[in-house]
Nanobody
Framework: VQLEESGGGSVQAGGSLRLSCKIS????????IGWFRQLPGKEREGVAS???????VYEESSKGRFTITHSTSDNTVALQMNNLKPEDTATYFC??????????????????????????WGKGTLVTVIS
């Protein structure tokens, strides 16, 4: 299984970027996919999650600005980011775990509610928002 992020770059505050995550060699269902971000020296945090049953969860500061979508035809997950702010600057990662559903931002659980870590991660794409 391979995940490859793309679409990062530098943008002025208020601008938009569309991140894409291509998931290769992955056919499991159900599954849970998340976008995460991390600044150097800081904890990684969840941004948005989507699962194969259509559940979507957003981090509070992302609501209304970010949209996560999943295309089953080409197995890609996109994160459309609008009205970007300097505090959105980070390296963004996508990750996937199978047999799970989205229960929180970056949190996936089995049907008994037990949260599990993501199985597979991409290498990340850098987003820089300039004030």
């Amino acid at each position: 299984v391979q995940l490859e992020e793309s679409g990062g770059g530098s943008v002025q505050a208020g601008g938009s970027l569309r991140l894409s995550c291509k998931i290769s060699d992955y056919t499991y269902t159900p599954y849970c996919i998340g976008w995460f971000r991390q600044l150097p020296g800081k904890e990684r945090e969840g941004v948005a999650s989507v699962d194969s049953e259509g559940r979507i969860v957003y981090e509070e500061s992302s609501k209304g600005r970010f949209t996560i979508t999943h295309s089953t035809s080409d197995n890609t997950v996109a994160l459309q980011m609008n009205n970007l702010k300097p505090e959105d600057t980070a390296t963004y990662f996508c990750a996937v775990v199978d047999d799970m559903v989205a229960v929180g931002v970056g949190e996936c659980a089995d049907y008994d509610g037990l949260v599990y870590p993501m199985d597979y991660w991409g290498k990340g794409t850098l987003v820089t928002v300039i004030s």
